[in-house]
């Protein structure tokens, strides 16, 4: 979704709400997220896209599906949320087909992104470039935990699930403390599998096409499969 320019709204908002909503101050505290509860040495993820509409919600319900039984928290937020919208028709139905919970996905609400959700967050996984810039700028201390989606998969598949679980191992720790440990050895991947940037975005469908929707979630989704394949060797 493209930024909107300073001197006016975005589509679907009167001037007037626009400038409503620039006058108000970002929350310093934000509302605990509608996930399950664990404990507190539990894992948490954050997905975070332009709107928090399309992309992060659907990566959000889909891995909540997959994760929730190990204790995993997932939630997810935008760089310029269309706050409390819900997920568009298309969205719902993407996610609805890719096993999610129907009602988790229409329950979901956009919410800003905020300093608390990135001081919470274990894994940080962005949409695209920009969103990973701008939580870096918002939270530096949050680089090493923050990827693009597409960014941690095309890394976490240099580790066999074998070598994974032996960087968990070396922790002998909390769940924390094990996830910890394979996502450095994800991050040290680094700068050995390159690939084009744009490789790691996935691209906005927001008020695109069917066709368009679909080709970010066949791009989101596969991404995904990497991000439980690890979370699963961590906490193995």
Request: aromatic share 4%; glycine share 6%; hydrophobic share 40%.
């Amino acid at each position: 979704m493209t930024i909107p320019p300073p001197d006016g709204p975005p589509s679907g908002m009167s001037r007037r709400e626009w400038r409503e909503q620039q006058e108000q101050p970002a929350p310093e505290t934000a509302a605990a997220p509608a996930t399950i509860a664990t404990a507190d040495d539990s894992l948490t993820i954050l997905t975070v896209c332009t709107g928090n509409i399309c992309r992060s919600p659907l990566a959000e319900v889909l891995l909540r599906q997959r994760l929730e039984a190990l204790g995993v928290r997932v939630h997810s937020a935008g760089t310029h949320a269309l706050e409390g919208h819900g997920m568009p028709e298309e969205a719902l139905e993407l996610a609805a087909r890719a096993g999610a919970d129907p009602a988790a996905a229409a329950a979901h609400r956009a919410r800003y992104l905020v300093e608390p959700y990135l001081a919470d967050a274990d894994l940080v996984l962005t949409m695209a470039r920009e969103h990973r810039s701008a939580v870096v700028k918002m939270m530096p201390g949050a680089l090493r935990r923050t990827f693009t989606l597409r960014e941690f998969a095309r890394l976490a598949s240099t580790l066999s699930t074998e070598e994974a679980q032996e960087a968990a191992r070396q922790s002998d720790g909390s769940p924390r403390d094990r996830f910890t440990a394979v996502l450095r050895a994800v991050g040290e991947q680094r700068g050995l599998t390159p690939a084009p940037p744009e490789d790691d975005d996935v691209i906005d469908p927001y008020r695109r096409s069917r066709e368009t929707y679909a080709l970010s979630a066949a791009q989101l989704t596969p991404a995904l499969d990497e991000v439980e394949r690890i979370v699963r060797a961590a906490l193995r």
